[in-house]
């Protein structure tokens, strides 16, 4: 069965990419986060990364100030991100491998061998009233470890079935977030999943019962430059909505 509906955050760094082409205030982060609410979309998630290369310390405050959306913050496992968390209290806080070389997030967090006492930060974080997920591959061992370390919500990485062909290969990686899914569901934790998701890749993981939230900026922005924001969100949330209730007919039948 559907448990609830299915929420859509949508990400805005690339927004802030953008601005800091040139240096100045525009585009601006928070109108984009409001026109996002008109749209649809149940929360807005930013990465504040090390080299802060596009969303700033600034962004975040302001976003904590202007916007009435719940916000994600994405936030790598290092005391100068656990403090700036622990000083705004996102509404949520999702943990994310980070490299300073690469362009984007890559690959999910190796819970299951990682040198970071996760549980440390999971703990902190959840004791100040911030949900915490832990950003992985579709991968049982990673959903274990997340179990293990106590994290209440996981986010499966969706870049690799995205990449797939479509076909065989992409069908195999859609299983693979089906099982990672159904067994964070077994074990009492709630599953979001993200990245690289589109208009024509959504659909599939949309209608997986076991996920709650799905995070997705970078094609939004990509979309809004051609058609606008709020155009780009609304056809989104609508494929998802249409998905979801089509996979809950066909369950139902």
């Known amino acids: 069965m559907i448990k609830r509906r299915l929420r859509l955050g949508v990400n805005i760094d690339h927004v802030a990419t953008i601005r800091n082409a040139r240096g100045g205030p525009h585009p601006d982060p928070v109108r984009a986060a409001r026109l996002a609410a008109a749209a649809g979309a149940d929360g807005i998630t930013a990465h504040l990364r090390e080299d ?7 962004d975040i405050q302001s976003l904590m100030d202007q916007i009435d959306l719940p916000l994600n913050l994405e936030m790598a496992a290092t005391e100068e991100m656990l403090e700036i968390a622990l000083r705004h209290r996102p509404h949520a806080a999702c943990i994310v491998p980070e490299r300073r070389e690469e362009r984007t997030t890559e690959n999910g967090l190796n819970v299951a061998e990682s040198n970071v006492d996760l549980s440390a930060y999971v703990a902190r974080l959840a004791a100040s009233g911030i949900r915490v997920s832990l950003f992985i591959d579709p991968d049982p061992r990673q959903i274990e470890a997340a179990h293990k370390v106590g994290a209440p919500v996981v986010e499966l990485h969706t870049g ?44 599939p993981i949309a209608a997986i019962p076991d996920v709650m939230e799905l995070n997705i900026g970078h094609f939004l922005i990509g979309e809004a430059i051609f058609g606008g924001l709020e155009s780009s969100i609304t056809r989104m ?3 998802m909505d249409n998905s979801r209730a089509a996979a809950t007919g066909a369950r139902s039948a």
């Not at 802060?52 to 600034?58: E, K, P």
């Not at 076909?167 to 099982?179: M, P, Q, T, V």
């Open 160 to 203: 690799t079935y995205c990449e797939a062909a479509a076909g065989s290969d992409r069908d195999a990686e859609l299983e693979r977030i089906e099982g990672a899914a159904a067994l964070a569901g077994e074990l009492g934790i709630e599953c979001h999943a993200g990245h690289g998701l589109s208009f024509g890749t959504v659909g």
């Open 237 to 239: 949330r609508a494929l």
């Open 52 to 58: 802060r290369r596009h969303i700033s310390d600034h």
